[in-house]
């Protein structure tokens, strides 16, 4: 007896924000790996027509779109264009992310705390607010917001790691998450999202390290790997699992929640 595919995308069109690198290619290519036509946009043109070359190359489907995800025009005409070339969205995810150098609040410049709202938590709620439409005409839809362990816990081990802007952004990502979940389980539109903890191969960290010492690089490490129990951390493409189940039909019943992937960071 064929048994059914729960992850299977195969006709679906999935849009993830910051594909250019990072979480967000792993993301566009475990989603192509499973069916999707993935629409990678970023406003690293260059960087989202490479995540399509990497997909191609494997076989699947891809197209790159430029995006300013704090931008609502920006963030709408994106939308009307997929609206006229494809008619639909069934996965969202807003991945698209900054971090600035980590310092504590009464060190930290507005313009960092601005521009990293911005991003993390305006860009959610004006991507989301544009895809709706596609999702709510199309009868369903899954978005899959990127959260944080730092939205979380807190973490100082005597030195700044992460911004609070960062903390917050994540914290509001995680609320945002849960009541656009209620608004719209009804039309069959679920909402989820994952907080990662500690990943390498991407990006995000690079503002951050470039304003610490080498020392404080080294014990910047250190802390991840004392305090994470697995003793490491994670890669991207680890959370392309989890990505996919809250994606696909494998998750129909699932939504509001808040998954975290973070090697058992927050459990210690």
């Not at 494809?86 to 504590?104: E, F, K, T």
């Not at 362990?149 to 807190?154: A, L, M, R, T």
Request: aromatic share 6%; net charge neutral.
């Amino acid at each position: 007896m064929d048994q059914p595919n729960h992850f299977d995308l195969t006709g679906k069109v999935a849009l993830v924000t910051g594909a250019a690198s990072g979480l967000g290619r792993s993301f566009a290519r475990g989603f192509a790996q499973y069916g999707a036509e993935a629409i990678c946009a970023d406003r690293d043109e260059a960087g989202a027509a490479e995540t399509v070359s990497q997909i191609a190359s494997a076989g699947g489907k891809a197209r790159a779109m430029h995006v300013d995800v704090a931008v609502a025009a920006s963030v709408k005409a994106m939308a009307d264009r997929l609206g006229q070339s494809h008619g639909r969205i069934d996965v969202l995810v807003n991945n698209a992310g900054i971090s600035v150098p980590a310092r504590r609040v009464h060190e930290l410049p507005l313009e960092d705390w601005d521009r990293l709202i911005a991003i993390n938590l305006t860009g959610v709620f004006l991507c989301t607010r544009a895809v709706i439409p596609l999702m709510l005409a199309n009868g369903s839809g899954s978005i899959v917001n990127i959260a944080s362990i730092i939205g979380i816990v807190g973490v100082y081990p005597g030195f700044p790691m992460v911004s609070a802007a960062y903390g917050a952004a994540k914290a509001g990502v995680s609320g945002f998450t849960r009541q656009v979940a209620i608004e719209y389980a009804r039309d069959n539109i679920r909402v989820n999202a994952i907080a990662p903890g500690w990943h390498g191969g991407t990006n995000l960290g690079a503002a951050t390290k470039a304003a610490m010492t080498n020392a404080q690089v080294a014990a910047f490490e250190d802390t991840i790997l004392k305090v994470t129990p697995m003793g490491r951390r994670g890669v991207a493409d680890e959370l392309q699992g989890l990505a996919l189940f809250l994606a696909s039909p494998a998750s129909s019943y699932v939504t509001g929640q808040v998954f975290v992937q973070d090697g058992g960071w927050t459990a210690a």
